[in-house]
C-alpha cells in the first residue's frame, strides 16, 4: 500500500471511530441494538485480528474450575495463580474433597499466588452456597438459564464479580459475554470502541452489544495477545501494528486527543 491511501485508510479508520464513538455513548447498550456502523467496525477487527493471531480454540472448562481459577487470578501474576490452581488441585482433584478440605490447607496450598487465606476463604464460601443451591457442587445447571439469569447467580455467589461471572459464563458455556481485563478494557478505548472513560462495566456492557455472535472468544482472547504483543499500556508499538489502518489512536494521540 502507498503512503497516501496507508493514510487514507488510517483517517477513514479516525472519522469511523468518531462516527462510533459518539453513537456508542448513547445509541448502543444491553437493551439497544447497535448501529450498524458498530457491528461493522467490530466485525472488521475482529476478522483483522484473526488474521494475524488466528482463530483461538477453547475447549469447555469445567465452571468449578474456572470459577477457582478466577478467584485465585485476583491481583497475581497468571504464573502464580496457576501454580497456586495446580497445587489445589493436585491436592484435591474433585469439588467434594475440595469443599471439605481445612481452610488452613487450602490457605497453604495456594498461597505462593498471594492473599491466601482471603482468596481460600472466597473458595469456600462460594463452593458452600453452590452445594446449598444445588445440592452438589457443580453448575452445570447454568447451561440451560437464560444469560443475565445465570450472571446474576454468579454474582450473587461469594467473591465473584462481573469479570469472573463472565469468564465463567464464555469459556465454561460458550455464552456471549466478554469478560473485561486490564488488556480488553485499554484496547477497547483505544480503538474507540467504546468512550474514552467508559468504566470496565460500562464497556462489558457495550462490547456484549457490538460484538458479533459467535466471536466473543476470538475476540477477546486475541485482544489480549494484541494487548500483550504491541498494545501495551506504556507505549504502543503503533509503527508495527497489523490493525493500525482500524485505530485511530495514532492519529489523535498525534494530533494530542490522547495521551
Ligand atoms: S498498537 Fe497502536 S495502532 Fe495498534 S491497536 Fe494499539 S493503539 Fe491502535
Partial sequence: MTTERKDAARATAADASRRHYSRSATSVGPKRKPSKAATSRVSAIVQALENWYGLPEAGRIDPIDLLVQTILSQNTSD???GRAFSALRSAFPDNLGLLEAPLE???????????????AARIRSALERIEEDFGRVDLSCLADMPLSQARQYLIGLPG????????????????PTMPVDTHVHRLCRRLGLVPEKAS????QELMEAVTPPGKYLSLHLNLIRHGRRFCRA????C??????????????AASGQKD
Avoid at 490447607?105 to 482468596?119: C, F, T, V
Fill in 79 to 81: 504464573l502464580n495463580s
Fill in 105 to 119: 490447607r487450602i490457605a497453604q496450598l495456594i498461597r505462593p499466588g498471594g492473599l491466601g487465606d482471603m482468596k
Fill in 160 to 175: 465473584v464479580g462481573p469479570k469472573t461471572a463472565a469468564v465463567v459464563l464464555l469459556f465454561a458455556f460458550g455464552k
Fill in 200 to 203: 470496565v462495566q460500562r464497556t
Fill in 234 to 237: 506504556r507505549s504502543p508499538n
Fill in 239 to 252: 509503527d508495527e501494528c497489523p490493525i493500525r489502518a482500524l485505530c485511530p489512536y495514532p492519529e489523535m
